[in-house]
């Protein structure tokens, strides 16, 4: 019983040892400092903990010992509580303010304490005064001035000790707590043992125990046996241990080995024993599964298409590069990249095309962070979803940033060439970076897709940097966007009209331009709530406003204009790839009593969108129920004019740009074969931005049909229309 005695005490003083060791290098290192200084703040709070854990993983050989630190003020409040435990959940212990007021009142220096727990088992509190402002030993006694700093252990070997005394014999063991200056008394029932100064462990024989472990026959027995066991089991011990325990030990420590990681597997047994044949079997299984776990981890931190890293390996990169930003006083950038017209590729090419570019990207992402960020900089692209990808760039210099994102857009100059495909692709490119932008990850990535849609928004195949002023344009398109939500669009909605017309200047057809005055945000223009709309599907409820009213003035503009007035009409690109568009628009038409040949349908030429199949047949069913189609701002995306035979249209219209490029002297001879081109394929032509009468002139003699721009007539409502008709009739007779 002395031997179990003293073997409990000597794990007693181990594990309470270990709250001494802990609290002397929290109060010499910086550790502590740490934690004063930063308390509250998420990044460098966790940065300490780290240090901490790293701390603790020194201190403690054993990890599963359940340890808590805690700093406490005179009232007994907690400061800060930390703990190394399985509970993620855990809070500091009730029984801890007690100690904290009292190793406060005493204003003793330290003071340690064993807790009994509920569940039975013992925790060892050791804790020290410090002056709240140096975090040093106290140099006045001041409740005020002072902190308490508890260090508790839970003594789980203690406790597993103490549990077995308990079980082998049959009485529980007692913690007295005595005067350090009392003696402490053994006799031959009772046996005591001191944990500390004024606690000892005491533990009783009873005469039942004694009685039922000694009589004499049973001590003459026990001693033959044991006399004749011990012969036998020295004989078994030697085999056992020769052909077996040596044999599992070899094995058991190269297993140990390889879980360590200090060699990649065990030797390969020869022999021909069980034990041997255990050995190979153990070899061959780990061997396999050693396999199947890299192959598992690399799954899952790889994209499998790109074979880029994916969001977890970018998350857990991204966080390492913000730490040591933090510890250095240096950059990370998040570079966040979209595709731009990918969906075309997909649609028009298939989805082998749209992987192929995929992969091609992704390659060409290395390759450029291989070519353009230097050794001593860690940098990382992965994919995120999709079209999406991520850089993430840890630098110094700030500039190095716009430099690599301006490689990533000039990766997709004049487009993007797989070895099959050349895809007239670009990239939309935003960039947040620590600490400027966010000082961590969650508002880093919000930033560069704020800075990334700016990008996108302002004409793509470009990047921008995250700034206040894109912020604010953020804000915009939210108020935008929740402001289409309830709109009303009979009181918020109006139309205004701008003539073209023919070579002799006769009023052939008026665009009908949707303008949007919100009580709240005041004017919006429809660059910029049409894209939003589009996004959010709200165009519907637009877009049939405007079909309405559009045809219920139609009859009262003929009557001041003449019967042959056409009146053109955008479509939101979304409406498109929907059959129901055309059952719609034909109820109204039929509603409305629109004649046939009465309305154009312009459709805005966005990257070949209406090449698509399904759109096709929605345009050639417009076509057969009476509308013409048009294509408008010709010339600015990406539908080859050859593709134009197979397009079921009317009209083109030359976007103003186009029109500026033509009428240049140096195009000036690419002009009349243009327009002989589409009228060869019967389309008619309408020349936008006619801002003067030699341009009209110079379109003329390239015999375009129709001319629209301010040198004609400006936007106008149906009041201001029928104002400015009458002077115009008035000047085109003189």
Known sequence: MDLKLLQAKVEFEREANISSGILALLLEGKTLTEFARFAGNDIREYIVTQRLDYLLSNVVENSSIRIAISVLDAKGDSIYHYERSDNP???????????????????????????????????????????????????????????????????????????????????????????????????????????????????????????????????????????????????????????????????????????????????KPKGIDEVSRLGVKFYELYDQLNINLKESQTLAVTDSLTKLPNRTRFQDFAKRALIRAWNRHSHVSLIYIDLDNFKFVNDRLGHEAGDELLQYTAQAFQDLLTKHVPKEQAALVSRLAGDEFAIVLAHDVLDDRLDLASSVVNLFEGGFKTDRYITPVSASVGIASYPNDGEDLRELIANADMAMYHAKRTGKNRFAAYSHTIAREARRVKLIEDALKFVNCDEEFSLVFMPFVDKDRKIKGLEVLLRWYSPELGQITPDEFVPIAEQTGTYTKIDDWVFRNAFEHLEKLRSFLGADIVIAINISAGELGQASFVDRIIELKKLYSVPDSAVELEITETFGYFAVQQVLSVLRDLRNHGFRISIDDFGIGYTPLLQMIDYPVDKVKFDKELVDRLTDKSHHQLMQPTVELCHLQNIKVTAEGVENADKFELLKDAKCDYFQGYSIAQPMTITELRQWHRQYKLSNED
């Open 89 to 267: 959940f855990s809070s500091t212990p009730s029984f801890l303010p007690g100690f904290a007021r009292s190793l406060l009142m005493k204003q003793e220096m330290e003071e340690q304490k064993l807790m009994f727990l509920k569940n039975g088992n013992h925790a060892y509190l050791y804790g020290r005064s410090i002056d709240a402002a140096t975090l040093a030993s106290p140099v006045r006694a001041s409740l005020e001035d002072t902190l308490a700093i508890v260090v508790t252990v839970y003594m789980s070997e203690f406790d597993r000790l103490y549990s077995e005394l308990e079980q082998e014999y049959g009485v529980t063991p007692l913690i007295v707590n005595r005067s350090p200056t009392s003696p402490i008394v053994s006799t031959s029932h009772i046996r005591t043992v001191e944990l500390f100064p004024g606690t000892i462990l005491e533990m009783e024989l009873t005469q039942d125990y004694i009685r039922s472990e000694r009589t004499a026959l049973v001590d003459w027995l026990l001693a033959m046996s044991v006399m004749l066991g011990l012969g036998i089991t020295l004989l078994l011990l030697f085999l056992i241990r020769r052909f077996i325990i040596l044999p599992i030990e070899s094995l058991d420590n190269q297993l140990s080995l390889v879980m360590n990681e200090h060699q990649s597997n065990i030797e």
